[in-house]
């Protein structure tokens, strides 16, 4: 496997999240910050779901045979649970963190709520993405033959692809989560937990890489448009932005030039 | 250990030190103008701000055994503040630590004001809700996190790579003369008994150079502690690199010859030691403890036996706390009677990240807006990260502006957060074994990175809350070893199953 498959991959997978990051996140010390915490609590999330997973498996005493699968499937569904359990906390934790930060400094502009959503989300993708893909990455540089035993040779693009959605649809999550919990919106945080196990679902047909890929890229476009509008965007804001007429976002510019 | 200090007290040290400062710096007065409140304007014209970037952090130990003890006590990490703390005084508030890193309370600060002119304990009634205080403390707080998170990031980097790459510091090549006991036992054991033993025995090495170095500077045998100090930066830019230089180049098959070689680390080694030791750009300065100190982490990682890197890790984060915390060990002495003495708490071995952020000014003279203005905007100060440390910046700040109308304060605030070099070492010899040991899992390196930082964070936060020295290693190397040991057993093989049968979580 070549050079030009580490970095196409890698560049597929983290592409888009290192763009998110170098515009909208590099330039605030306090973004960063708030984006390393969020990866810290998926990391928690993920410690504490690999520990279920090992004491369900010592306790079935390591037997082979379908139980070894059923088990991988029900750790991945209790993974999610604790994945967006996390994201809840993570969420209560920023409302502490932000009413504190309010009264301590009431005219610095704190991050709004809209803001630490997309930056946690992006946090909780981007770490998911990494620890599921960097393996696969490091193994694409070795030597090898990438389907020798008559698996599908997309092996690394089909990786690639679907890191990247995992990403993506980890940061509408994030706003669409935060915004159900400010406007105490509980069915949000229903979708967004089936959602996320449905895509979850979907991976199990693994070697039918086409369904897969294309069901769970129609529903991170449609978690994408919801976050849209979840987050304040509008038809009007959309075709003001894209025919370069926004003046709010010009003035801006503007200014900070 | 982490502290916050104001760089007034440097700025007697520096003078001595490093010429880029502006020769015409005055005394700093910030407790007579405290106490005047009238002047106040002019005197802050005055107080030029110590240009950041020149202070000549001190030499690497020497070798081993020097290298040893100073990595347990450069756990520094400081703050400092001339103009916003001079500005408080001014405006009557004693709401910054005292130049020395221990923070007054505003009790105390009346007396000491009045006992002691030249501490530059900023006395004064406490004039301003203190929540303006935290206000500032938050508000630098961001940034500085920062500032420390880039180098300890670079440096671990810079390990991980290496680590990766060139096998010879993943080879077992013998052991230091510090960690006799081996670790090829039969039994487990035994074999945790030896890693114990010499633990021990390398933390009484550690403990008993820090008091050793706590002594000499009691008694101000600076002599000695410099040339020891030389000696041992001396031994790490020339000799590590040669040696790093060239396993390097046997990994990557390049051959160079020995002219070539010469000239390169000579260049290298005698840049490095006049920026350590002497005066230098700030990013240079910057960039080659971060090198100093992968060297060093690379140096330990492969010459200590596995286990017992682990048990030294944890118990040199015991010993951290200890040290700094206690109102008798070695540390804490150590800055304490750096305080008394208003000198810089051994500004050897310590990462020093000033950075220079003017604010508006108001009614000025053309003259002097024209060289204080130049050439820093807020904004831009706030957004270019590299814009601190320019040498440049001394020659602007000329003499005192004698006609300095008004009381508008020239905002010049000059905070700078510092590390002791062997916080970095310790914290890029725990995600460099994450990255050695381990079978190439890049999962458990990234998940001790992410512990680590936030571990920095954390520490940071209890700074800005608490305002004295910190132990900068416990809580990340706490957070490191939990995530080092629960990744590689128990997310390691979750994440390679998932993988094997490509599910996503």
Known sequence: ?257 | MLTFMASDSEEEVCDERTSLMSAESPPPRCCQEARQGLEDGENAAQWMPWPPGTRASGPQPAGWSFHLESTTQTAHVHFHDTRARRRRAHRGRSLWPSPCGFPQRSQDSEEDFEDDADHYVCGGVPGQPSGLEEELTLKYGAKHVIMLFVPVTLCMIVVVATIKSVRFYTEKNGQLIYTPFTEDTPSVGQRLLNSVLNTLIMISVIVAMTIFLVVLYKYRCYKFIHGWLIMSSLMLLFLFTYIYLGEVLKTYNVAMDYPTLFLTVWNFGAVGMVCIHWKGPLVLQQAYLIMISALMALVFIKYLPEWSAWVILGAISVYDLVAVLCPKGPLRMLVETAQERNEPIFPALIYSSAMVWTVGMAKLDPSSQGALQLPYDPEMEEDSYDSFGEPSYPEVFEPPLPGYPGDELEEEEERGVKLGLGDFIFYSVLVGKAAATGSGDWNTTLACFVAILIGLCLTLLLLAVFKKALPALPISITFGLIFYFSTDNLVRPFMDTLASHQLYI
């Not at chain 1, 496997?1 to 983290?14: H, L, P």
């Not at chain 1, 998926?42 to 410690?47: A, D, G």
């Not at chain 1, 082979?64 to 969420?91: A, C, M, N, T």
């Not at chain 1, 945080?189 to 890489?209: D, E, K, N, Q, R």
Request: glycine letters at 8%.
């Open chain 1, 1 to 257: 496997m070549t050079a030009a498959v580490f970095f196409g991959c890698a560049f597929i997978a983290f592409g888009p999240a290192l763009a998110l990051y170098i515009f909208t996140i590099a330039t605030e010390p306090l973004r960063v910050i708030f984006l390393i915490i969020g990866a810290f609590f998926w990391l928690v999330s993920l410690l504490f779901s690999s520990l279920f997973w090992f004491v369900a498996r010592t306790i079935t005493a390591n037997k082979d045979g379908p139980i070894q699968k059923y088990l991988l499937i029900l750790g991945v569904l209790v993974s999610v649970l604790i994945q967006e359990l996390f994201r809840f906390v993570y969420y209560k934790l920023l409302k502490k963190a932000s009413e504190g930060l309010k009264s301590i400094n009431p005219d610095e502009t704190t991050p709004s709520m809209r803001l630490l959503a997309y930056v946690s989300g992006l946090g909780f993708g981007i770490m998911s993405g990494v620890f599921a893909f960097v393996n696969t990455l490091s193994d694409s540089l070795g030597p090898g033959t990438v389907g020798i035993h008559g698996d599908s040779p997309q092996f690394f693009l089909n990786s690639a692809f679907m890191t990247l959605v995992i990403i993506l649809l980890h940061v509408f999550w994030g706003i669409i989560f935060f915004d159900g919990c400010e406007k105490k919106k509980w069915s949000a945080l229903l979708i967004v937990l089936l959602t996320h196990l449905l895509v979850s679902a979907l991976t199990f047909i693994s070697p039918h890489y086409g369904i897969n890929l294309v069901s769970t890229y129609m529903i991170m476009l449609l978690m994408g448009i919801w976050a849209f509008f979840v987050a304040g965007g509008s038809c009007r804001n959309l075709k003001l932005c894209l025919l370069c007429q926004d003046k709010d976002f010009l003035l801006f510019n503007q200014r900070s030039r």
